[in-house]
C-alpha cells in the first residue's frame, strides 16, 4: 500500500526558514516523480514543485523559484521540501504526492500545515 | 499558462442521484487530466487519471470522458461518502494547472 507521511510544518516568522519532509513505503520510490501541491486557507490548489526520480531534473513554480529547493533522498525514501525566504502567502497545507509513470498524481500525503505569520 | 475553468462550483444533489462536473481547459491538453477530491481532515484522493481510467481503489461509480476540451466527471447514483470538493487538474505543461473546485453537498 502506497503510503505519503508528509511532516515538517507549523509557525514560521516572515522572511524565516522550514523544511518539510515526506516519507513514502508501499512503492519503489527511485522509480518515480514526486511532487509539493499547496493549498492556502481558502483558496484553491497549486503545484509549485516536482522532482525526477533520480533527482536529476525538477520543476518549480514562479511563485517559490529561488526561494524553494526540492530534493530527495532515495536511500531513505524520502522528499524534501526546503523553503526560505517565507512570506505570508505562503500559509497553506503542503501536500507531496507521487506521480504516476505517465504522468500526473496518483497518491498523496496527508498534507501539513505551515503558516508564517509574525 | 493553460487555464482550467471548472463548473458549477457548488451543487447540491441527493443520494442515487447523477451529477456532472466540467472542466474546460483554455487550449488543448490532450488527455493530460486529473479528477481527484478533497475532504477536510484527510488527504487528496485521486479519482480518475489520463481523462478517464479509474484509478485503483477510487469507488468505480466515478467516470471520467471528454467532448474536445471540456472535460467532465460523471458521479452515478451519487453516495453520502461522495460530500466533498472535486477539482480537475491538466498535466500536459507546465505550469500544472488546477480548476477552481466544485463543493458538493449531499441532501
Known amino acids: 500500500e502506497v503510503q505519503l507521511l508528509d511532516s515538517g510544518g507549523g509557525l514560521v516568522q516572515p522572511g524565516g526558514s522550514l523544511r518539510l519532509s515526506c516519507a513514502a513505503s508501499g512503492f519503489i520510490f527511485s522509480n518515480y516523480a514526486m511532487s509539493w501541491v499547496r493549498q492556502a486557507p481558502d483558496m484553491g490548489l497549486q503545484y509549485i514543485s516536482d522532482?525526477?526520480?533520480?533527482?536529476?531534473?525538477?520543476y518549480y513554480a514562479d511563485s517559490v523559484k529561488g526561494r524553494f529547493t526540492i530534493s530527495r533522498d532515495n536511500s531513505k525514501n524520502t522528499l524534501y521540501l526546503q523553503m526560505s525566504s517565507l512570506r505570508a502567502d505562503d500559509t497553506a497545507v503542503y501536500y507531496c504526492a507521487k506521480t504516476r509513470a505517465a504522468g500526473g498524481v496518483d497518491y498523496w500525503g496527508q498534507g501539513t500545515l505551515v503558516t508564517v505569520s509574525s | 499558462d493553460i487555464q482550467m475553468t471548472q463548473s458549477p462550483s457548488s451543487l447540491s444533489a441527493s443520494v442515487g442521484d447523477r451529477v456532472t462536473i466540467t472542466c474546460r481547459a483554455s487550449q488543448g491538453i490532450s488527455n493530460f487530466l486529473t479528477w481527484f477530491r478533497l475532504k477536510p481532515g484527510k488527504p487528496p484522493k485521486t479519482l480518475i487519471y489520463a481523462t478517464s481510467t479509474l484509478q485503483p481503489g477510487a469507488p468505480s461509480h466515478f467516470s471520467g470522458s471528454v467532448s474536445g476540451t471540456d472535460f467532465t466527471l460523471t458521479i452515478n447514483s451519487l453516495q453520502p461518502d461522495d460530500s466533498a470538493t472535486y477539482y480537475c487538474q491538466q498535466y500536459k505543461s507546465y505550469p500544472y494547472t488546477f480548476g477552481q473546485g466544485t463543493k458538493l453537498e449531499i441532501k
Open positions: 522532482i525526477s526520480g533520480n533527482g536529476g531534473k525538477t
